[in-house]
């Protein structure tokens, strides 16, 4: 099992920039592809981005394509995603998750992810 744990999050005004970091604990995060997800107010939880185990494949949300960058250091057990360009809309409850997978690929689904942070909060203002 794998404990994550997300940093990071903050109040920034539209147009800056945050880097949030998701540490994880238990066992080395090389076997797990991973992700963020976030949940803004009153709505469900949504895929924002996904990278491989290797780091050598990643997949972004339309909506934060371009903006946005998913990371990862194994060595370091911390997975990270760098926003930049950040809008009002961009507002939620950020999660990193992990998923055992097969292969070296991404995953988007939540359902297909076994483990989760509790969340850090990004709020962006107009």
């Known amino acids: 099992q794998v404990l994550l744990v997300e940093s990071g999050g903050g109040l920034v005004q539209a147009g800056g920039s945050l880097r949030l970091s998701c540490a994880a604990s238990?066992?080395?995060?090389?076997?797990?592809?991973m992700g963020w997800f976030r949940q803004g107010p009153g709505k469900e939880r949504e895929f924002v981005a996904a990278?491989?185990?290797?780091?050598?494949?990643?997949y972004y949300a339309d909506s934060v394509k371009g903006r946005f960058t998913i990371s990862r250091d194994n060595a370091k057990n911390t997975v990270y995603l760098q926003m930049n360009s950040l809008k009002p809309e961009d507002t939620a409850v950020y999660y990193c998750?992990?998923?055992w997978g097969v292969g070296s690929t991404y995953y988007s689904k939540s359902y297909e992810y076994n483990y989760w942070g509790q969340g850090t909060q990004v709020t962006v203002s107009s």
């Open positions: 990278i491989s185990k290797t780091g050598s494949i990643t």
């Open positions: 998750a992990a998923t």
């Open positions: 238990g066992r080395t995060i090389s076997t797990y592809a």
